[in-house]
């Protein structure tokens, strides 16, 4: 597992972050790992609130009468094509369920066309085990969610993951790196939890969850769990508000601050 010191010194990198954001009244985190890693470069803890991301609950919405097949795991991934999303660890951990009797397939979604990553990715499945489908447009990804069992995206680091509460609001439920943010938005009751760094924890999770799907009421209740997980915490109406209540109190600081220098 990735050390959370070595994962806030990557986002600090990444996403360039630095004491200057303390000139911000406010700012605002899509997640806590995000907020803990401004306020390890000296920004006020005090100015951060978490929002969080939002999903069109609306748009992304569970399909009537969805099917099950017990013998087929059937994954999504939706992503950047580069090392950092870790395909080529969800394909090896696919390569090795198959050998363990399991059909598999994953829709692979992302980029303009196969790259070099996604080629050495995918040599370890059959042609018939994947569907690359590029870029894919907002309004045609909640069949994609739809259709799979599970959103497979077990990344090496994120500072949110958005397909994680698009998966949920369809009512698919993940497997996901035991770490933050994943391990922020999701929980045990929606999701395997697993190590990014070993393919037989992702295998595992995998499997877990296609066992926990293939018993009927349990999977029914899994899938309405995602459902509510997604309403309760992720809607776009919800975080708008929490975001406006966010903007509202930074503007009425401003004004007390500017009243007390009058």
């Known amino acids: 597992m990735i050390a959370r010191n ?12 630095d004491g200057s954001l303390n000139a911000a009244d406010r ?6 790992i995000l907020k803990e890693t401004c306020a390890a470069e000296g920004v ?12 069109d609950t609306a748009r992304f919405r569970p399909a009537d009468g969805r099917p099950n097949s017990p013998g087929l795991i059937r994954a999504l991934f939706i992503g950047r094509l580069e090392e950092q999303k870790n395909l ?20 692979i979604c992302g980029g303009y066309g196969m790259n070099e990553y996604l080629r050495n990715a995918v040599r370890c499945l059959k ?5 690359y489908h590029a870029a894919v447009v907002n309004r045609r990804l909640p069949a994609l969610y739809q259709r799979a069992d599970m959103y497979v995206g077990p990344s090496f680091f994120e500072g949110f993951q958005i397909p994680l509460i698009e998966a949920l609001a369809c ?47 349990h999977g029914r209740a899994i899938r309405q769990a995602c459902r509510a997980h997604a309403m309760e915490r992720w809607d776009t109406s919800l975080v ?18 500017r009243s007390r220098a009058a």
């Not at 006020?44 to 999903?55: F, H, T």
């Open 6 to 17: 070595e994962l806030i010194n990557t986002l600090r990198d990444v996403l360039r972050i």
């Open 27 to 32: 700012l605002i985190c899509m997640s806590e």
């Open 44 to 55: 006020d803890a005090e100015k951060i609130s978490v929002l969080g991301n939002r999903v």
């Open 88 to 107: 080529h660890g969800v394909t090896a951990a696919l390569a090795g369920l198959r050998r363990r009797g399991w059909a598999v397939h994953i829709d």
């Open 127 to 131: 042609r018939c085990e994947y569907t």
């Open 171 to 217: 009512g698919t439920p993940c497997v996901a790196s035991d770490q933050p943010p994943a391990n922020e938005i999701l929980t045990h009751e929606v999701a395997e939890l697993v190590d990014p760094e070993d393919h037989d924890s992702i295998r595992e999770g995998i499997e877990r969850m296609k066992r926990r799907l293939n018993a009927p009421a």
């Open 240 to 257: 708008s508000r929490i975001e406006a209540a966010i903007y509202l109190r930074a503007i009425e600081e401003h004004a007390k601050c």
